[in-house]
C-alpha cells in the first residue's frame, strides 16, 4: 500500500532523524574514547567519506533522474544503515574507514533523488514549505534519538550506532512498501543506452548551470560550505572534551552533557524554524537571499566565538547559535536551489551541489585537522569561520544578480 507523498516524507525525516541522531551524537565520542583517535584521524575519517561522495555522487543522480528515484532513495537508506552498523560492530580505525565508504555511497544515492523525488509528488509550488515542515518533523525525532542515545551510550558506546543503523535498514525495506513515485517519469526503456543517456543527462545539466549565473553562484557556495564544514563536524565535540572541564552536575557524565548540549540546539532549531516558515517570504528569491546572508554572519561569528571561548557557558552558547542557524538555512538553501532548476536534470544538478560539498570537505577537512594539530583546536575552530566567510560575499553578488535579473524582466514586460 502506497502512502501519499508528502505525509510520508514528514514521516521519513522524523524516522532518520531520530535513528540517525542515536548515532552522531555518540559517534565522535566513541571513536575518541573507545577508538583512540587523535583529531587528523578524525578528520580522515571524513575525508575518505567525502571522497567517496565524490566520486558517486554525479552517476548516483543520473541514475535517480533515468531510472527511478523511488529506488534511488531505498538503496540509500539501505547503506547507510548498513555502514553505520558496521562501524559499531568493529571498533578499528580501518573499519570504521570502510564503514564511511559504504555510507558515503548510501548517502550518494539518497541525496538529491529524495528532494527530487518530493518536487515530483507535489509540485514545486509546495516545495519551500514541504521542506521547512520536514526539517522541523525532523528535529522532533533527533529529539527522541537524543534520548535513547544517551540511555544505550550510558551502556556501551557502541550500541546506539549499532541499534541505530539497523533502524535506518528497516526504514528501506518499509519504503519499499509505502514510497509512492506517481509524478517521475523514467527514460523508456528504448532510449536506456545507460552509459550513452547519463552523459547527455550529466552534459544538460552542466549546460543549465553554465547558462544560469544565478545557479552557479549557488553550487559555488555549496563548495564553501563544504570546505568549512568538515573540520567542524569532526572535531566539535574534541574541542570541548580537550578545552573545557564539563560541570560537576550530579551524576552527568560526558555522554549526558552532550546530550543537553543536543538536546537544547534541537529544541531551539524547531523554534527557530517556525519563525523562518513565518517570517521569510519563501517564494521570493530575494527574501530568502537576504535571510541566509544574514544567517551565515551569525554562523561565522559563533565559530569565532567558540574558538576563543574560555569559558564552558560561552562555548555552548556560541555551538548553539552555529548549529541552530546552520539547520534552519539548510531548507531555505534547497528550496532556493529547487527553484532555480528544471525537472528532467533536477536530481543531477543537486548532485552536483552534493559533489561540490563533498570536494570542498575534501580541501578543507585535511587542512583543519593539521591546523587542529599543530596549533590546537581553538585555532582550528577560528579556521573553519575564515572559510565560510566567502559565502557572504557570494550571497552579496547572488543579490545583486537577482536583482538585475528583476530589472531585465520588468524592462521587457514594460516593452511589450
Not at 184 to 206: D, L
Not at 222 to 230: N, P, Q, R, V
Not at 243 to 268: H, S, Y
Not at 339 to 365: F, P
Amino acid at each position: 500500500m502506497k502512502l501519499p507523498a508528502y505525509p510520508l516524507y514528514l514521516g521519513i525525516q522524523a524516522s532518520f532523524w531520530m535513528f540517525f541522531t542515536m548515532m552522531s551524537m555518540i559517534s565522535a565520542i566513541y571513536r575518541v574514547q573507545s577508538v583512540g583517535l587523535d583529531p587528523l584521524q578524525l578528520v580522515l575519517i571524513g575525508t575518505v567519506l567525502e571522497i567517496t561522495v565524490f566520486i558517486f555522487e554525479i552517476p548516483t543522480g543520473i541514475v535517480a533522474d533515468i531510472y527511478s528515484r523511488r529506488l534511488s532513495v531505498i538503496i540509500g537508506y539501505f547503506l547507510i544503515g548498513l555502514g553505520f552498523m558496521l562501524e559499531g560492530a568493529i571498533p578499528f580505525f580501518g573499519t570504521i574507514l570502510l564503514a564511511q565508504i559504504i555510507w558515503g555511497i548510501g548517502a550518494t544515492f539518497q541525496s538529491g533523488a529524495e528532494e527530487a523525488w518530493l518536487a515530483d509528488e507535489i509540485g514545486e509550488e509546495r516545495l519551500a514549505n514541504a521542506y521547512l515542515r520536514g526539517s522541523q518533523a525532523g528535529q522532533v525525532g533527533a529529539l527522541i534519538g537524543i534520548f535513547i542515545s544517551v540511555a544505550l551510550g550510558r551502556i556501551a558506546l557502541n550500541l546506539p550506532i549499532l541499534i541505530g543503523g539497523f533502524l535506518i535498514v528497516c526504514l528501506a525495506v518499509a519504503l519499499l512498501f509505502f514510497m509512492p513515485e506517481a509524478g517521475f517519469r523514467p527514460t523508456p526503456m528504448p532510449e536506456r543506452n545507460t552509459y550513452q543517456k547519463m552523459v547527455a543527462t550529466f552534459r544538460e545539466g552542466i549546460s543549465l548551470v553554465r547558462g544560469r549565473k544565478l545557479l552557479t553562484i549557488i553550487l559555488a557556495i555549496a563548495a564553501i560550505y563544504g570546505l568549512s564544514s568538515e573540520g567542524l563536524d569532526r572535531l566539535w565535540e574534541a574541542h570541548f572534551i580537550a578545552n573545557f572541564e564539563f560541570p560537576a552536575a550530579g551524576q552527568l557524565d560526558t555522554v549526558t552533557w552532550f546530550g543537553i548540549i543536543n538536546l537544547v540546539q534541537m529544541v531551539l532549531v524547531i523554534g527557530a524554524t517556525e519563525v523562518i516558515r513565518r517570517r521569510v517570504r519563501v517564494e521570493e528569491q530575494l527574501s530568502v537571499m537576504r535571510s541566509l546572508i544574514l544567517i551565515n554572519t551569525v554562523i561565522v561569528l559563533g565559530l569565532i566565538a567558540f574558538g576563543i571561548a574560555q569559558s564552558f557557558a560561552l562555548a555552548v552558547a556560541s555551538i548553539w547559535a552555529v548549529f541552530v542557524f546552520r539547520r534552519t538555512g539548510a531548507p531555505l538553501y534547497s528550496a532556493w536551489l529547487n527553484k532555480n532548476l528544471e525537472s528532467g536534470v533536477r536530481a543531477t544538478v543537486i548532485s552536483m551541489r552534493g559533489q561540490l560539498d563533498a570536494l570542498g570537505q575534501l580541501v578543507g577537512g585535511p587542512i583543519i585537522g593539521l591546523v587542529a594539530l599543530q596549533f590546537g583546536l581553538r585555532a582550528a575552530m577560528v579556521g573553519v569561520a575564515l572559510m565560510l566567510t566567502p559565502a557572504l560575499w557570494l550571497y552579496s553578488r547572488a543579490i545583486r544578480v537577482a536583482r538585475g535579473r528583476e530589472v531585465t524582466t520588468e524592462g521587457e514586460r514594460g516593452s511589450l
